[in-house]
């Protein structure tokens, strides 16, 4: 009898924790997705195909009413633009991202909005404007800004959210010696300041002379 209680109380607390995981995993799911529920449309003039936007109209799906307008900036975009969604944060809450205006060289800007669980809003990040060019590491929690400068530099610039402030963690640079080989320099922030980790030259691959 001893054993067959001892059994069912096994059973019960997996069961028991079975079913917490299976709710906590579609509470995560549920985080994750969000933003699915938004519609978000761009406001503006549009003038020979290119649109100046103005504000975005953030609304439920389902729901005509306006849930939030994002107002206090400007971008000059194609007719056809649209805001691109992702965790900038990596908090598990989808954001939103709208490109400001088409530059003529690689560094692309972006007006950035990340979504306050506790608000339950959009709220822009100007912080973040100075990221051109976003790529995410999502293993890594990076946000990566790539840039090119007249000198004919690129680099990648690695910022990480501490708290929420967002913080330069590294830099990798390409200084171009001739069209064939460079200089690869890895920075990496000690303090307050970067300090070269790595330095060598390289020969870019696959190049036809």
Known sequence: MRYLILILSVFTFYNCENKHKERAADNAQDVRILTS?????????????MKTVTSIKVNKKGNSTDYQILKGFEASVQENEQVIIEDLNFDG????????????????PFFYWLYNSETEAFERNMNLEIIQSPSLDFENEYILSQWTDESDVR????????GSNIKLMKQETEVFIDSVNYIFTIKEVFGDSLQVTKQEQLTRENIIQ
């Open 37 to 49: 529920d938004f519609n978000f449309e761009l406001v503006g003039e549009v003038t020979d195909k």
């Open 93 to 108: 809450y989808s954001d939103i991202r709208l490109l400001q205006y088409l530059p003529e060289t690689a560094n692309i």
């Open 155 to 162: 680099g990648t610039d690695y910022y990480k959210f501490v």
